[in-house]
């Protein structure tokens, strides 16, 4: 488990890999490519905030700023509603491509958030009393089990859970 020197290492891992996922996303012209890399992309969002929401944020509830992980969990919403449409949606569909688009903007400002140089919340983190080898080990454990229910098409639906979501 030490391909990550700790739970940064590995969220930040996570992070490069959805924006190399978005840029090609961005290159790719074919239908079946498109929703090929959708999927990858949902799967890979789902089972990053995941791995936050039940690991990574209780472990620093108390220990960083509580508006900083409180706008995690509704911006980790606003990314599921999106998640939840896109994956059960095809590229030829009216604002597909418009809302990969919003999607990829709602993660890199969550990503900023959560990087951002001495006040972010992985600043913070490594500034905090939190084993973040030890939390690794648990995020990594649970990413494998995820990624296994993903591969047999087990993984649940995004559900959110600071936002309610109110219908028109």
């Not at 220990?63 to 509603?81: F, P, Q, R, T, W």
């Not at 597909?96 to 959560?114: F, G, N, P, Q, R």
Request: aromatic residues 6%; glycine residues 2%; negative net charge.
């Amino acid at each position: 488990m030490a391909e990550y020197t700790d739970a940064i290492a590995l969220l930040k891992a996570d992070h490069r890999k959805v924006e190399d996922l978005f840029e090609a996303f961005e290159k790719a012209r074919d239908s079946k490519r498109k929703r090929e890399l959708v999927q990858e992309i949902c799967t890979e969002l789902k089972i990053h905030t995941m791995i936050e929401e039940e690991i990574f944020y209780p472990a620093l509830r108390g220990k960083i700023e509580d508006d900083m992980l409180d706008e995690g969990y509704v911006e980790h919403d606003g990314a599921k509603v999106l998640i939840n449409d896109l994956q059960s949606a095809f590229p030829d569909e009216q604002y597909y491509d418009a809302k990969v688009t919003v999607l990829s903007e709602e993660i890199k400002h969550h990503v900023a958030e959560e990087e951002r140089p001495s006040e972010g919340m992985f600043a913070q983190a490594r500034k905090a009393d939190v084993d973040l080898v030890a939390l690794r080990d648990q995020m990594l454990a649970r990413k494998e089990e995820l990624m296994a229910k993903a591969a047999s098409k087990a993984l649940p639906v995004a559900r959110p859970s600071a936002v309610k979501l109110v219908t028109a």
